[in-house]
């Protein structure tokens, strides 16, 4: 039996009774050096240090044959960032009995004073500084980890135009803890490395007037990064996500992204979803890095490669939009990841590509097969007259992938 046992701020007082009854249990312990020495007393049987997560699953499969139980103390809490999904994945079926602590991240709210029940959570150890939201319309923890810099989130924010205020602490409820509330302003000037810190960016309400609204469907075409790569057009667009239908929690594949403005837009829908983005081209990939930083997405993952190959990568999704296929559309149709009941998307410019697709579409047995074709006109204001400017005219092809019987 594996107890996984959590002991928090790694002082006596914080640990409660039943920790010191687990621990005189286990037969084998397995932890720090700082750690072991809130139990330097107690009658345990052997002790092996580690200091890392990897090393930690080697000593535990090294004593389970040897010891009934395998207790690992582990500072903070073990299901919050913590050891606990490792366990689960390495040794599925063992028993495991989880024992939790108090957390740097309840000593971080109880400090700043503000609730917690509904606070956004990113660990830059894992997460892009860039896929912050945009909007901070509930606070949001940032755990830095030592890559990053609290000063680099602070400058971060100032550049997006809100100087918001932010709790920053480390070593909570040790002797060297630190804890200050500051602005972002100050923080980003701030001296010291503050390095392994937690961050709490405080909402506020009287800033969100202001806010920039971000993501949002029909974005202008002038919002984007732009260069060489293909873009379509905000007219075509809003038809093309309006076929896809998209709901909250959708996993969607855009095949040939380009600027990224369909992905960027579809994940503005699918906000609890993922939008899984595939380009080979260089110069696309990295306006879509750009745009995904722009806009603030964090809910969209760039797939670097070429389909229908890089299809291994992809999860099941519900949503298939396809742009480019590099004269691969049979493939592509044939290999994507669409569940059953799930629709496509497909836009052409020719006649020759929409007959290829409708086809390909009717071979595979796709149901409710429809085609629309959109030729746009702006009339923008030139030397005070509003002249036309038409958009070239889009197919947009959509169905659905037929249900299992």
């Known amino acids: 039996m594996i107890h996984i046992i959590g002991v928090g701020p790694e002082r006596k007082e914080w640990i409660p009774p039943i920790i010191y009854e687990t621990v005189e249990k286990c037969e084998i312990l397995i932890g720090s050096s700082r750690i072991r020495n809130l139990f330097i007393h107690s009658k345990k049987g052997k002790y092996y240090l580690s200091g890392s997560n990897l090393q930690t699953m080697q000593l535990i499969k090294n004593n389970l044959n040897k010891a009934e139980n395998i207790g690992v103390l582990?500072?903070?809490?073990?299901?919050?960032?913590?050891?606990?999904?490792?366990?689960?994945?390495?040794?599925?079926?063992?028993?495991?009995?989880?024992?939790?602590?108090?957390?740097?991240?309840?000593?971080?709210?109880?400090?700043?004073k503000i609730p917690w029940h509904d606070a956004l959570f990113f660990d830059l150890n894992e997460q892009e500084l860039s896929l912050l939201p945009r909007g901070i319309l509930r606070?949001?923890?940032?755990?830095?980890?030592?890559?990053?810099?609290?000063?680099?989130?602070?400058?971060?924010?100032?550049?997006?135009?809100?100087?918001?205020?932010?709790?920053?602490g480390y070593s909570l409820g040790k002797s060297d803890e630190f804890f200050e509330i500051m602005d972002a302003v100050k923080l980003s000037r701030f001296p010291e490395a503050l390095s392994n810190a937690i961050l709490i960016i405080h909402s506020n309400p009287k800033q969100h007037s202001w806010q920039s609204p971000s993501l949002r469907i029909g974005i202008p075409d002038k919002e984007f990064v732009r260069g060489e790569a293909p873009m379509t057009?905000?007219?075509?667009r809003v038809q093309v996500l309006s076929k896809a239908q998209i709901s909250l929690y959708d996993y969607i594949l855009d095949v040939g992204s380009g600027t990224g403005s369909i992905s960027i837009e579809a994940a503005?829908?699918?906000?609890?979803?993922?939008?899984?983005?595939?380009?080979?081209?260089?110069?696309?990939?990295?306006?879509?890095?750009?745009?995904?930083?722009?806009?603030?997405?964090?809910?969209?993952?760039?797939?670097?490669?070429?389909?229908?190959?890089?299809?291994?990568?992809?999860?099941?999704?519900?949503?298939?939009?396809?742009?480019?296929?590099?004269?691969?559309?049979?493939?592509?149709?044939?290999?994507?990841?669409?569940?059953?009941?799930?629709?496509?998307?497909?836009?052409?410019?020719?006649?020759?590509?929409?007959?290829?697709?409708?086809?390909?579409?009717?071979?595979?047995?796709?149901?409710?097969?429809?085609?629309?074709?959109?030729?746009?006109?702006?009339?923008?204001?030139?030397?005070?007259?509003?002249?036309?400017?038409?958009?070239?005219?889009?197919?947009?092809?959509?169905?659905?992938?037929?249900?299992?019987?």
Not at 88 to 102: C, L, Q, T
């Open 233 to 236: 057009k905000a007219e075509i």
């Open 268 to 405: 503005a829908i699918a906000n609890e979803g993922m939008v899984f983005a595939i380009d080979n081209d260089i110069e696309a990939q990295q306006l879509i890095k750009a745009n995904m930083r722009k806009f603030a997405v964090s809910n969209l993952k760039l797939v670097s490669g070429t389909a229908p190959e890089v299809f291994s990568k992809i999860p099941p999704v519900n949503v298939c939009i396809i742009n480019g296929t590099r004269c691969r559309l049979k493939e592509v149709l044939e290999q994507a990841p669409l569940i059953p009941g799930g629709r496509v998307v497909m836009t052409a410019i020719s006649l020759e590509k929409v007959s290829k697709g409708l086809e390909i579409l009717k071979s595979m047995d796709y149901e409710d097969i429809e085609v629309v074709s959109i030729q746009a006109i702006r009339w923008p204001e030139i030397n005070k007259f509003h002249i036309a400017q038409s958009i070239n005219q889009v197919f947009v092809i959509s169905a659905k992938k037929i249900s299992t019987k």
């Open 74 to 112: 582990v500072a903070d809490d073990p299901g919050f960032f913590g050891i606990l999904t490792d366990v689960k994945i390495e040794f599925p079926d063992e028993e495991i009995n989880i024992y939790p602590a108090i957390s740097n991240m309840q000593l971080m709210f109880s400090k700043a």
């Open 139 to 168: 606070p949001i923890t940032v755990v830095v980890g030592k890559d990053k810099k609290p000063q680099q989130v602070a400058q971060l924010l100032l550049e997006r135009g809100i100087n918001p205020q932010i709790s920053v």
